[in-house]
């Protein structure tokens, strides 16, 4: 079996439509930086109160990739 080393970082996405948008704009903007992405964990969801409603989802996740072997 292959070993594998990993390394954490953490982001916050932004989404004015929900947390699950939230996070998949977190996951796709780091893969256009880091390769091996692998998994995530959420960490934190907060929002941003407009008139008294929910204008923006804020969720900061840590992702989790794979280090070049």
Request: net charge negative; no cysteine; proline share 0%.
């Amino acid at each position: 079996m292959t070993s594998h080393v990993y390394k954490k970082i953490e982001i916050t996405g932004s989404s004015s439509v929900g947390i699950q948008d939230a996070i998949e704009n977190a996951v796709a903007k780091t893969a256009e930086t880091l390769d091996k992405l692998r998994w995530f964990e959420v960490v934190e969801t907060r929002g941003h109160i407009d008139s008294g409603k929910i204008a923006h989802w804020q969720v900061t996740v840590k992702i989790g990739y794979a280090l070049a072997e």
